[in-house]
């Protein structure tokens, strides 16, 4: 299918066309066609898709008619990251440039003075975080009554962020009677029913099944001690081709050690987490997305949704606490067909989760050994519980002084600071060629024949996280105690079953 044909306006088109842009992607072509007549879409598409331009176009064909009043926005798309906010945003201005839209982008961290100000003159497109939206509307600087389509985006992300309950507010102060599009990666039963709540006799639209990588990026993992990690990264760092990296870590606190520790090894490194002014955010993904910064040490921010042209390398420091947001992490490489390269270090009592990660992609991870970083292989299942007396890792204050050598490895949320300085000098060999280990021999359950699905799946004893910015410490199971009213409807038998 052509642009062209797809139903949209000669601006829109055209605009389209300088983008470069000559066919609709998949989720393009479904969705597009349905918004434009006005129905809802529930639309199960990760980001890379093209899933933003998926509603932006048709909204700005929709919005081209009408005008705006004062503070009494006309649409309103919701995000759950300021980055992704400000990538959206960014969107609309290269979409809308033949229109005459006008828009505002209310996040967190940034000056509500100039935020009034424009919802004063009239916005018809507002694109917000949930918690600046609350905020400005108990200021009185907003009203909620006008807008025609309300678009949640990432909604997988938002519950597991902790926004349901203020997602919930908000469309209770919208019309009844509007169009609404609700986006998420995966469609987990409390996303299921959240858009069943929301939407009307939706149309759904799916590409890609949730939770697969791309073909383009390669993958590896190196097993290491905790405190050879950083030895280890460094390495990889000097060995690779590295054009530009992400380097995720689960925790802030360790971005900024990282971070730290890098440039005090002399490399080129700036980081990023949600604990840091927005000003400071905005200019260190300016500064990387330039390529003034090449490596760049951030917390799950930003992982879901940046768009970093040609990003050549992902490297998971940490192994990330949820199997999903691992195809996030990676999913910034291998984009729009480049190949890409992820590299994950794992310590030896991060078996499961590795496991874990392996069963959702459904593809085995090579290991690669590096020159110099001692060898270690995954604890047997149980290991550390037997260790330690009990399931779970030990508490900082339980844990034993480290003794050389022979101490246990380090659970993965102790500060990288505790890591001991490595032992022998940087290696300066190759990495050694993949070896074909399959992490699921860790888990025994994984690797039976009899109890491996194929089909990519959440790991059932995942808890879901409430994650304001991102991960920090300690891990509130569901809602807390909050029952969104959601939760207490009964579900519906819904059309997106087996999506
Ligand atoms: P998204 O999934 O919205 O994050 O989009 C991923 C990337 O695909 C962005 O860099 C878009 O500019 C680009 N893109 C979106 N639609 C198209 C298209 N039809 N053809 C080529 N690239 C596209």
Redesign the pocket.
């Known amino acids: 299918m052509l642009?062209s044909e797809i139903g949209l306006g000669p601006e829109v088109l055209r605009a389209?066309e300088d983008?470069?842009?000559?066919?609709?992607?998949p989720i393009?072509e479904q969705a597009i066609p349905w918004v434009l007549q006005g129905r809802d879409v529930l639309g199960c598409?990760?980001?890379?898709?093209?899933?933003?331009?998926s509603f932006t176009l048709p909204m700005i064909d929709i919005l081209a008619q009408g005008r705006a009043r004062a503070r009494m926005p006309r649409s309103l798309i919701l995000e759950p990251t300021r980055e992704l906010a400000a990538?959206v945003a960014e969107?609309f201005e290269v979409y809308g440039k033949y229109h005459k839209l006008n828009m505002a982008l209310l996040i967190g961290g940034e000056s509500f003075v100039d935020q009034i100000k424009k919802l004063d003159r009239g916005v018809d497109v507002l694109i917000a975080t949930p918690g600046r939206m609350i905020d400005l509307f108990e200021r009185g600087n907003i009203l909620l009554s006008d807008i025609k389509v309300f678009v949640i985006d990432e909604a997988d992300r938002m519950l597991d962020m902790g926004f349901i309950p203020d997602i919930e507010r908000i469309v209770s102060l919208l019309p009844r009677i509007r169009q609404t599009l609700f986006f998420s990666a995966t469609m987990p039963p409390e996303i299921r029913r959240l858009a069943d709540s929301f939407l009307i006799n939706p149309r759904t639209v799916s590409v890609s099944p949730p939770a697969s990588t791309a073909d383009t990026v390669t993958q590896a993992v190196v097993l290491t001690r905790a405190e050879d990690k950083r030895r280890a990264l460094r390495h990889l760092l000097r060995t690779e081709d590295v054009k530009n990296a992400l380097i995720f870590c689960n925790r802030k606190r360790d971005v900024a050690m990282l971070h730290r520790s890098l440039e005090k090894h002399g490399f080129n490194a700036g980081a990023l987490h949600g604990d840091l002014p927005q000003s400071k955010r905005t200019e260190t993904l300016e500064a990387f997305k330039k390529n003034e910064i090449t490596l760049l040490v951030c917390s799950d921010v930003a992982a879901r949704?940046l768009?970093i042209?040609g990003l050549s390398h992902v490297f998971n420091f940490d192994v990330p606490h949820s199997s999903e947001d691992y195809v996030h992490r990676i999913g910034r490489t291998g984009?729009?067909g480049r190949s890409g390269r992820a590299f994950m270090l794992a310590m030896p009592d991060e078996g499961k989760q590795v496991a874990a990660i392996v069963k959702l992609i459904n593809r085995e991870i090579p290991r690669v050994e590096i020159d110099g970083i001692e060898s270690v292989e995954f604890e047997p299942e149980g290991e550390t519980r037997r260790r330690w007396g009990r399931k779970e890792a030990p508490k900082d204050s339980e844990r034993r002084p480290p003794a050389a050598e022979s101490r246990p490895a380090r659970p993965v949320e102790a500060p990288v600071a505790e890591a001991k300085p490595a032992r022998s000098p940087e290696p300066r060999g190759e990495v050694n060629p993949p070896r074909a280990t399959d992490p699921r021999a860790a888990d025994p359950r994984a690797a039976d024949p009899r109890t491996t699905d194929s089909r990519p799946e959440r790991r059932r004893d995942e808890p879901r996280r409430r994650r304001r910015e991102d991960d920090d410490d300690e891990a509130v199971v569901g809602f807390g105690d909050h029952m969104p009213a959601f939760l207490l409807r009964r579900a519906r038998p819904s059309r997106v079953d087996g999506v």
């Open positions: 642009f389209v983008a470069g842009y000559t066919q609709p992607t393009q598409a990760q980001t890379g898709t093209g899933k933003t331009a990538q969107n949704g768009d042209a984009r729009a």
